[in-house]
């Protein structure tokens, strides 16, 4: 069983930066794609980057480009989501979530039907 707990979440005012992090802990964490969604109030749940098991391969979604980072330190079993430039419409819940499918695979996908271990959330809130 692997559980995912996320931190970092905060209040930060529009061009600020926050640092997001997901520890897992329960079986292997390091061989999963990882990835991180985010959900405003009334909205669905929005991808906004991925990360390969080996970190080879990155995916951002478009409004994380140029301002998201996304890395892993597999020896931590840590998952980091750093931002930058903050928006207020980046305010949201954000979850951490692994791709089991995707073991030992170079891929990673946005799709969130295929994921299927997911953390609590964190709150961020971006203030104009």
């Known amino acids: 069983q692997v559980q995912l707990v996320e931190s970092g979440g905060g209040l930060v005012q529009a061009g600020g930066s926050l640092r997001l992090s997901c520890a897992s802990s329960g079986r292997i964490f390091s061989t999963y794609a990882m990835g991180w969604f985010r959900q405003a109030p009334g909205k669905e749940r929005d991808f906004v980057a991925g990360?390969?098991?080996?970190?080879?391969?990155?995916y951002l979604a478009d409004s994380a480009k140029g301002r998201f980072t996304i890395s892993r330190d597999n020896a931590k079993n840590t998952v980091y989501l750093q931002m930058n430039s903050l928006k207020p419409e980046d305010t949201a819940v954000y979850y951490c979530?692994?791709?089991?499918?995707?073991?030992?695979?170079?891929?990673?996908?946005?799709?969130?039907?295929?994921?299927?271990?997911w953390g609590q959330g964190t709150q961020v809130t971006v203030s104009s």
């Open positions: 979530a692994a791709d089991s499918d995707a073991n030992y695979a170079g891929y990673v996908t946005e799709r969130a039907i295929e994921y299927d271990y």
């Open positions: 990360i390969s098991w080996s970190g080879g391969n990155t």
